[in-house]
């Protein structure tokens, strides 16, 4: 089926540990961004990318890199984990003016 | 900067009674709007989008929302509420002018409880 796939569904690191975030799309959207959700603060942009080669940083950045080699791949690294990175992770893409595409979303638990 | 407003945490409704999710938002000048819903240990799923044309935009399970463009409001409602409405709602808005500021800006959700 065609969507939005992030892996893995669920994440246990320790403090300082490194992993990328898997996201990848088949619908040749342009737009995609990954947000964090932690309760009572709703979705906030980390980074987002307007299409192949080009990323920006979106609210809450620090701490996270990524990269837009393909149209179809958008990986969050995460370069050192820390507990306050602890939160349900999403990526998203969309087409040019429609509404977003969600992945089912990653929980990261970094202890 | 945009922002979404969603004043109440928590939604409470009986069954077949109608619903209201409230949303007020702040951009520069005009708005993409747009709902979204969200069922435990899922991602979020489309309910519907205002972009332009009629204030009142119709979308998927029954779901409806009313643009007002003076009030800055987008509140989601539905005519008789189900059970199965129970869930997180997000608002989210995005400006339509070009630029790399096209992202959605989310409200913090709105716990939606119908009960039997």
């Known amino acids: 089926n065609a969507g939005v796939t992030q892996t893995p569904k669920f994440q246990v690191l320790k403090t300082g540990q490194s992993m990328t975030l898997q996201c990848a799309q088949d619908m040749n959207h342009e737009y995609m961004s990954w947000y964090r959700q932690d309760p009572g603060m709703g979705l906030r942009l980390i980074h987002y990318s307007v299409g192949a080669g080009i990323t920006d940083q979106g609210e809450v950045p620090n701490g996270y890199n990524v990269s837009r080699s393909t149209t179809e791949d958008f990986p969050l690294r995460l370069l050192s984990a820390a507990p306050s990175q602890t939160s349900v992770y999403f990526c998203?893409?969309?087409?040019?003016?429609?509404?977003?595409?969600f992945g089912s979303g990653t929980r990261l638990t970094v202890v | 900067a945009q922002s979404v407003a969603q004043p109440e945490d928590q939604v409470n409704v009986a069954e077949g009674n109608p619903l209201t999710v409230k949303c007020t938002y702040s951009?520069?000048?005009?708005?993409?709007l747009f709902w979204y819903v969200q069922y435990p240990n899922r991602g979020l799923q489309f309910l519907l989008k205002?972009?332009?044309?009629?204030?009142l935009v119709k979308g998927s399970y029954g779901f409806e929302a009313e643009f007002n463009k003076s009030q800055t409001s987008f509140h989601l409602k539905k005519p008789s509420a189900l059970v199965s409405d129970s869930a997180l709602y997000f608002c989210?808005?995005?400006?339509?002018?070009?630029?790399?500021?096209?992202?959605?800006?989310f409200g913090s959700g709105t716990q939606l409880t119908v009960l039997p």
């Open positions: 989210a808005v995005r400006p339509i002018s070009s630029g790399s500021a096209r992202q959605l800006t």
């Open positions: 205002y972009i332009t044309g009629d204030n």
């Open positions: 998203a893409s969309r087409q040019t003016n429609y509404g977003y595409t």
């Open positions: 951009v520069s000048g005009n708005p993409y």
